[in-house]
């Protein structure tokens, strides 16, 4: 009977695993609304000050949220203007009375007079930062005697168990020329810079001489085994094409990079490129982004097809084409630069990191590239309101000066990955010099 209850208990247990859902494990790390942050459209706002006890009311409700605690035992803080030019860091929260009390004023001026709006700040509720550092020991700065600007995450692959490949475009200048290289790790946490190239411009015959070229989304393994690496390639007019080479396991370049066919996706009066690529319920799903004229304004379409390499290289078997986000109807973060997405497959269900930058606003998310969630669900894709999930430290470092290099916003590309209980998701922290700095996050996924 033991045996028999022992084994119930384990037959629960993993269906209550495979029904988890990857909202789940995620807090609500920036709340900017009363109700949903990416409608905009109930910011919480001060109702009450008492200036004796240095503490606030507003019209938020759910304070159970601001209790939570972090990582580390990370405060949480109060924020006012754009790019969290002022913050505050909260000392303690009454649930049932509702009291604030704020303790030191890190950056700017905290505003409490009433009906001035706030947003409660704490990124460590979902992740820790790899080592609490950039992802190299030693971080390069050069590579073939050229001094590079920065490095930025392509896309991870698993040749084996404990055997990683990161790819790392390489930025030199001011996007003037990017390069393909790589990084290895044994356990997703400590990583080498290999100082070898894998492509370049000048490697393919419909770039830009000495311009950009770059890896996006995590390949997609074939069933010979090899991988599909998709890219990003500026042409001589300076716009983006969408193309694909394959890699096999030794990084060996098998089929040279060649343009996607797909209509509205290549040639020289396109400016777009591939974001991700996966295979799910025995179709291919690819993210693509395009560019509009300032940059600012852009939008993301998902592609589906049975038959992948019929569909890049002669437009056949195109099954849906849609668009994701298109940044000019959206609100919140989504209403801005949408330039960064990948697909991530939980417990067999499919989702969407999706990294928006938001148009100049009142919050912390403007002018800042940060991450929501998106979920498919009977065919459709659908937001948690509680995104963005995924934001950078910011101004936080006056308080935490081990952060200070963290402290602009969040550069694309994001990779990610599964390993044990954690998400790894490899991606760059924007600093002044160099533009950017790659590193890594975790977020633990509750056993």
């Given amino acids: 009977m033991q045996k028999i209850l022992i084994l119930l208990f384990a037959v629960l247990n993993l269906s209550f695993q495979t029904k988890e859902s990857l909202n789940s494990i995620f807090e609500n790390c920036l709340i900017s609304d009363t109700e949903s942050n990416i409608a905009r459209e109930n910011p919480i706002r001060v109702i009450a000050f008492d200036e004796a006890n240095n503490r606030i009311k507003t019209n938020y409700t759910l304070l159970e949220n601001l209790v939570i605690k972090a990582t580390n035992q990370e405060s949480?803080?109060?924020t006012q203007?754009?790019?969290?030019?002022t913050i505050v860091e909260i000392k303690h929260v009454d649930v049932k009375s509702g009291w604030i009390t704020i303790g030191e004023t890190y950056a700017g001026f905290f505003n409490m007079d009433d009906g001035e709006t706030l947003e409660f700040f704490n990124p460590f509720i979902n992740y820790k930062i790899i080592n609490n550092k950039p992802l190299f020991d030693t971080y390069p700065t050069r590579v073939e005697n050229e001094n590079i600007n920065y490095i930025q995450a392509g896309g991870i692959i698993k040749r084996a168990a404990n055997d990683y490949v990161?790819?790392?475009p390489v930025i030199f200048g001011a996007h003037k020329k990017r390069s393909l290289y790589y990084a290895t790790s044994s356990d997703l946490e400590n990583w080498k810079f290999q100082n070898q190239k894998l492509l370049d411009t000048?490697?393919?015959?419909?770039?830009?001489?000495k311009g950009n070229v770059f890896s996006?989304?995590?390949?997609?393994?074939?069933?010979?085994?090899t991988f599909l690496v998709l890219l990003g390639v500026e042409q001589p007019n300076g716009n983006y094409t969408s193309a694909y080479m394959?890699?096999?396991?030794?990084?060996?370049?098998?089929?040279v990079p060649q343009e996607i066919k797909l209509p509205n996706w290549h040639g020289v009066s396109q400016n777009s490129f591939p974001l991700s690529i996966t295979k799910y319920n025995d179709t291919f799903r690819i993210l693509l982004h395009r560019r509009s004229e300032n940059f600012i304004d852009s939008e993301i379409h998902e592609i589906t097809t049975k038959n992948i390499v019929k569909a890049f290289d002669y437009n056949e078997g195109i099954l849906s084409s849609s668009i994701i986000q298109e940044t000019r109807n959206a609100s919140g973060y989504l209403r801005g630069k949408a330039d960064d997405a990948s697909y991530l497959i939980f417990n067999s269900e499919l989702y969407i990191l999706?990294?928006?930058e938001e148009l100049p606003s009142e919050y912390l998310t403007s002018f800042n590239r940060e991450y929501g969630l998106l979920k498919l669900e009977n065919k459709k894709w659908i937001h948690d309101e509680r995104s963005p999930l995924i934001v950078n430290p910011m101004t936080i470092h006056h308080k935490y000066p081990e952060y200070e290099w963290a402290s602009d916003h969040l550069g694309g590309f994001i990779s990610p990955v599964f390993n044990e209980n954690f998400l790894y998701l490899f991606l760059t922290f924007g600093t002044d010099n160099p533009d950017y700095l790659l590193s890594?996050?975790?977020?633990e996924i509750p056993k």
């Avoid at 203007?81 to 030019?85: D, G, I, K, P």
């Fill in 166 to 168: 990161l790819l790392t």
């Fill in 216 to 225: 996006t989304g995590n390949p997609l393994e074939l069933k010979d085994g």
């Fill in 440 to 443: 890594g996050i975790k977020i």
């Fill in 81 to 85: 203007s754009e790019e969290a030019t």
């Fill in 202 to 209: 000048e490697e393919i015959a419909f770039a830009k001489k």
């Fill in 76 to 78: 949480w803080f109060i």
């Fill in 246 to 255: 394959i890699l096999n396991k030794d990084l060996e370049v098998i089929q």
């Fill in 354 to 356: 999706l990294g928006s």
